[in-house]
């Protein structure tokens, strides 16, 4: 028996199994509840959000014999079964990276023209169409502007800027977001639970953030952990797998530069050097859990416990001021910026961590005055001062001559 991916084996099926992507949901079910479909609609993202798995819901949708048009498919029918395996004809997958040529569009828009043979509409699904040449985009602006009432143009692509606005301006352009690593995360627990796969919770964190964004890329690094811990999915193995360094260490680090011990630092940094880790990703560590110190420090309790490090967070928050964690921030990330400019880059790494502790902000000047040592000066008041004026007495012209003669 063949093992199928859990990328493949968990793709959703219907909208309800989505995870994320709301706003565009619940665009689209609205519009098949009320009809009002457009014939072309283009979905943008990054890669591994569901472009393509929310056009193939879409068509089932279309197509369904059982529910009609409906944005809830039965999933059992003929129609909803062959979408699902690949093999309905009246859904026309096209990937654009291999049919760049005006010849191909050109081929394809042929048979626009004919009636569905089986389903209710003709949907036409271009990935990656952004790969068009301007002569295909040309070939097909007619037909994406007023097509036949049976055919459906559902566009992806993961770089919408490269699209002409001729093209933008024909369709009902759909933006997916990144799953954060809250999503991914929920998710994942859903898929080992029923897999039943024993996972640690910090390794799927570790996951969620390496997925950067992409559901289907969490998946294949689950299933490459799932491989490397023969079955089980440990934070260790994560560790081991990503080439990361364990979330302690990363904490043991910083708490020793906060605290300014320099040889601790120093005697830290050999021993992350014995697993030849990525120096710049460890900064990135780092940064992220400075961005996290500073969150707790002014907004006290908005962070959730990701990595079981939330206790150690908080003490260093405590215990760190927080014009030291700007600093330390704002200098971390040019460090890593410059990080490859060093002779070697474990050396340019210890560097950047003893400048961590040698610029730190000067603590406030505090400035005391002794009240009583101060004289007091009476100034005199405006009717004083007009009458010790007038008791002056005046200088006559011969007196003024007389002194000046002297």
């Known amino acids: 028996m063949s093992y199928q991916v859990l990328a493949r084996k968990w793709r959703p099926q219907t909208f309800l199994e989505m995870a994320g992507q709301d706003h565009v949901l619940q665009a689209l079910v609205n519009a098949l509840r009320q009809q009002r479909l457009h014939h072309a609609y283009l ?8 472009k393509t798995t929310i056009a193939r819901i879409f ?16 999933g059992t029918c003929d129609s909803c079964r062959e979408i699902v395996e690949g093999r309905f004809v009246d859904l026309i997958e096209v990937d654009a990276a291999s049919r760049t040529k005006v010849e191909d569009t050109r081929e394809l828009l042929e ?11 003709k949907v036409y699904l271009i990935d990656e169409v952004h790969m068009l040449s301007t002569h295909s985009f040309n070939a097909l602006l007619k037909t994406l502007e007023e097509p036949p009432a049976h055919v459906k143009f559902l566009l992806a692509t993961t770089d919408p800027q490269k699209l002409p606005v001729t093209i933008l301006s024909r369709c009902l352009q759909f933006n997916l977001k990144n799953m954060s690593p809250q999503r991914v995360v929920d998710y994942l627990q859903t898929v080992l639970t029923t897999e039943q796969v024993a996972f640690d919770q910090a390794a799927l964190w570790q996951i ?10 969490a998946l294949s690094l ?23 360094v364990n979330q302690a260490q990363i904490l043991d680090l910083l708490e020793s530069v906060a605290s300014k011990n320099a040889a601790d630092v120093l005697s830290r940094i050999e021993q992350l050097a014995d697993y030849q880790p990525d120096f710049a990703a460890i900064c990135g560590s780092l940064l992220e859990c400075l961005h996290r110190v500073a969150i707790e420090q002014q907004v006290p309790g908005a962070l959730l416990d990701q990595l079981g490090d939330l206790s150690r967070i908080k003490a260093i928050a405590q215990n760190v001021s927080s014009e030291e964690i700007q600093v330390m921030y704002q200098s971390l990330l040019i ?49 004083e001062a007009v009458s010790t004026y007038s008791e002056e007495p005046e200088t006559t012209n011969s007196e003024a001559e007389k002194n000046s003669t002297n």
């Open 222 to 244: 689950t299933d490459q952990a799932i491989a490397f811990g023969n079955g089980n999915i440990s934070e260790s193995g994560v560790t081991s797998m990503l080439g990361l």
């Open 59 to 74: 068509a089932k949708c279309l197509n369904c014999e059982t529910n009609g048009i409906s944005p809830e498919p039965c």
């Open 208 to 217: 969620g953030q390496a997925a950067n964004g992409s559901m289907r890329d």
């Open 335 to 383: 460090g890593r910026r410059d990080l490859h400019l060093a002779h070697s880059v474990r050396a340019g790494f210890e560097m950047l961590m003893l400048r961590l502790i040698a610029f730190r902000p000067a603590p406030p000047m505090t400035v005391s005055h002794d009240m009583s040592a101060v004289p007091v000066v009476s100034v005199p008041t405006a009717d």
């Open 43 to 50: 979905f943008t993202g990054t890669r591994g959000v569901g």
């Open 111 to 121: 048979n626009v023209q004919y009636a569905p043979t089986r389903g209710r509409f």
